[in-house]
């Protein structure tokens, strides 16, 4: 089969793309889904497991309330209906992090189904906003954790593996989307946006914290391509645990571009499972999918059904946080940001980060300025998210309140966020700790001044004369020396009184 890739712009020449996204977000309840367990993370491994989760003969799951309410309030924020009676199912296959042997999940009668939500996507044109239709979101158990020791990294040439159950039995929520249609040169885009967007909706449910570093919100992207205007769907594959929304994106590109030179080779597209590798960007074949009868799903009987009665639902219904959209179209009059600032906030993920920032007592576009310039560039060049770089909105709040206050310019700023990076405390411990603050005594600074008046004759003489513009290279000759920590402010008033009694 070729390993070659077609062109992004030849693969939309011939084809038109099919998106089916399906998100496993971990709730954030206190125990498992079935038993006591605590669910924290990071623990020492195999710390948190019981003979439920472990599937030990003669042990019985019962399910947990708090989980099925977020699952309802997570089905009732995407628009879905939900099920006046449901139950859990056994999905049965052999594999090393399911000490049950099967996963208990739901199969034809999930609690969510038949939903939609709007995410908007910027074009040359402006905003357009595609319609993503939800299929289903139902509740299921996670998976423990295999680590597979060996140079790939993979159970494929492993020496061996070791498996740490404290994730098995955490709840689990899939949302399944339709076949997303129609996005053209968009699909790449669309499939960042939705994820993002249902990010941010979790978020603002308080049901999980959708670290994806942590795997608490994964990506499977299923995708296929069909000749161009066929209104066919091609065979697809579907790429597993993608953990960034920059991988969802990249991983939606790469496959389209593979498809396609697959294709127009005259060769057939494996209905299987790929792996998707960060650090070169490409997906490899894992395994062939199976298909539903292949898991020999049947009702759970250790499981009493799920029947949510309608005035609960409609009470989680009113209680529910205000949409997305909503959301940023209040915050965007509140800040006074333009469309463009808007939409580029949103785009970078930075939107709650800019929240928080101003909460915490930062002034709009101070906030938007750092986490869009300064720390979006550093995750860039970490390949980070955002919130996963290491400063917090407080942290970035209190660097400008020390700017605001005069003790740091934005170069020092500069410097404390890399000292944020590194460990090294508060922004006022790094302050300190570095001899960042901004030199404002006149007896220093004026020193300083008489030095760079002595060896910038021909500049002085212009300011002499009138020409004040000219003080802009004193001031850089004395900031030279003081290592960005002068005052500029007062440094200007001092030339021009040294030099023109002004």
Request: glycine share 8%.
């Given at each position: 089969?070729?390993?070659?890739?077609?062109?992004?712009?030849?693969?939309?020449?011939?084809?038109?793309?099919?998106?089916?996204?399906?998100?496993h977000?971990?709730?954030?309840?206190?125990?498992?889904?079935?038993?006591?367990?605590?669910?924290?993370?990071?623990?020492?491994?195999?710390?948190?497991?019981?003979?439920?989760?472990?599937?030990?003969?003669?042990?019985?799951?019962?399910?947990?309330?708090?989980?099925?309410?977020?699952?309802?309030?997570?089905?009732?924020?995407?628009?879905?209906?939900?099920?006046?009676?449901?139950?859990?199912?056994?999905?049965?296959?052999?594999?090393?992090?399911?000490?049950?042997?099967?996963?208990?999940?739901?199969?034809?009668?999930?609690?969510?189904?038949?939903?939609?939500?709007?995410?908007?996507?910027?074009?040359?044109?402006?905003?357009?906003?595609f319609?993503?239709?939800?299929?289903?979101?139902?509740?299921?158990?996670?998976?423990?954790?295999?680590?597979?020791?060996?140079?790939?990294?993979?159970?494929?040439?492993?020496?061996?593996?070791?498996?740490?159950?404290?994730?098995?039995?955490?709840?689990l929520i899939?949302?399944?989307?339709?076949?997303?249609l129609?996005?053209?040169?968009?699909?790449?885009?669309?499939?960042?946006?939705?994820?993002a967007?249902?990010?941010?909706?979790?978020?603002?449910?308080?049901?999980?914290?959708?670290?994806?570093?942590?795997?608490?919100?994964r990506?499977?992207?299923n995708?296929?391509?069909?000749?161009?205007?066929?209104?066919?769907?091609?065979?697809?594959?579907?790429?597993?645990?993608?953990?960034?929304?920059r991988?969802?994106e990249?991983?939606?590109?790469?496959?389209?571009?593979?498809?396609?030179?697959?294709?127009?080779?005259?060769?057939?597209?494996?209905?299987?499972?790929?792996?998707?590798?960060?650090?070169?960007?490409?997906?490899?074949?894992?395994?062939?999918?199976?298909?539903?009868?292949?898991?020999?799903?049947?009702?759970?009987?250790?499981?009493?059904?799920?029947?949510?009665?309608?005035?609960?639902?409609?009470?989680?219904?009113?209680?529910?946080?205000?949409?997305?959209?909503?959301?940023?179209?209040?915050?965007?009059?509140?800040?006074?940001?333009?469309?463009?600032?808007?939409?580029?906030?949103?785009?970078?993920?930075?939107?709650?980060?800019?929240?928080?920032?101003?909460?915490?007592?930062?002034?709009?576009q101070?906030?938007?300025?750092?986490?869009?310039?300064?720390?979006?560039?550093?995750?860039?060049?970490?390949?980070?998210?955002?919130?996963?770089?290491?400063?917090?909105?407080?942290?970035?709040?209190?660097?400008?309140?020390?700017?605001?206050?005069?003790?740091?310019?934005?170069?020092?700023?500069?410097?404390?966020?890399?000292?944020?990076?590194?460990?090294?405390?508060?922004?006022?411990?790094?302050?300190?700790?570095?001899?960042?603050?901004?030199?404002?005594?006149?007896?220093a600074?004026?020193a300083?001044?008489?030095?760079?008046?002595?060896?910038?004759?021909?500049v002085a003489?212009?300011?002499?004369?009138?020409?004040?513009?000219?003080?802009?290279?004193?001031?850089?000759?004395?900031?030279?020396?003081?290592?960005?920590?002068?005052?500029?402010?007062?440094?200007?008033?001092?030339?021009?009184e040294?030099l023109?009694?002004?």
């Amino acid at each position: 089969m070729s390993d070659t890739l077609l062109s992004f712009d030849d693969v939309l020449a011939s084809y038109d793309p099919a998106l089916g996204l399906e998100v496993h977000v971990e709730l954030n309840t206190a125990s498992k889904m079935f038993c006591g367990c605590s669910t924290v993370f990071g623990a020492a491994p195999n710390t948190q497991v019981c003979p439920t989760c472990l599937g030990l003969p003669g042990s019985m799951p019962v399910v947990n309330r708090v989980a099925v309410e977020s699952a309802i309030r997570i089905g009732l924020a995407l628009n879905c209906e939900i099920a006046e009676w449901c139950r859990f199912a056994r999905k049965n296959y052999f594999y090393p992090d399911m000490p049950k042997n099967f996963q208990t999940s739901q199969y034809d009668e999930p609690i969510c189904f038949n939903g939609w939500t709007d995410v908007q996507v910027d074009t040359d044109d402006g905003a357009e906003v595609f319609r993503i239709e939800i299929e289903r979101a139902h509740m299921e158990e996670d998976t423990g954790k295999s680590t597979h020791i060996g140079t790939t990294g993979r159970i494929h040439g492993a020496d061996y593996s070791l498996v740490d159950y404290n994730r098995a039995g955490i709840p689990l929520i899939e949302i399944v989307t339709k076949p997303i249609l129609g996005t053209g040169a968009k699909a790449p885009d669309v499939a960042r946006a939705y994820v993002a967007q249902l990010r941010e909706l979790l978020l603002g449910l308080g049901v999980s914290d959708v670290r994806m570093e942590q795997g608490s919100l994964r990506c499977d992207v299923n995708l296929s391509l069909a000749p161009s205007d066929s209104g066919l769907l091609g065979t697809r594959t579907e790429t597993k645990n993608v953990n960034s929304l920059r991988s969802v994106e990249r991983a939606v590109r790469y496959e389209m571009q593979r498809h396609a030179a697959v294709l127009s080779a005259g060769e057939k597209i494996v209905q299987e499972t790929r792996h998707w590798h960060e650090d070169t960007g490409i997906t490899t074949s894992g395994r062939e999918k199976s298909d539903a009868e292949d898991y020999r799903y049947f009702p759970e009987p250790d499981l009493v059904p799920v029947a949510p009665a309608r005035e609960w639902v409609e009470q989680l219904r009113a209680e529910l946080p205000e949409p997305p959209r909503e959301r940023r179209a209040r915050l965007q009059a509140a800040w006074g940001f333009s469309d463009l600032e808007m939409r580029d906030t949103v785009g970078a993920g930075a939107l709650g980060l800019v929240e928080e920032t101003i909460a915490a007592g930062a002034a709009p576009q101070a906030a938007r300025k750092w986490w869009l310039g300064e720390l979006a560039r550093r995750a860039n060049d970490s390949e980070a998210e955002l919130a996963d770089l290491g400063v917090t909105p407080v942290q970035v709040a209190e660097v400008q309140a020390l700017v605001d206050a005069g003790t740091l310019n934005d170069k020092l700023a500069r410097e404390v966020f890399d000292g944020l990076l590194a460990g090294e405390g508060s922004p006022a411990d790094i302050v300190a700790a570095r001899g960042l603050a901004i030199v404002s005594d006149d007896g220093a600074l004026s020193a300083a001044v008489d030095d760079a008046i002595a060896a910038n004759p021909d500049v002085a003489d212009k300011i002499r004369d009138g020409k004040v513009a000219a003080a802009g290279a004193l001031i850089g000759a004395v900031m030279k020396q003081m290592r960005g920590q002068a005052d500029a402010a007062r440094v200007r008033e001092l030339i021009l009184e040294k030099l023109t009694g002004g």
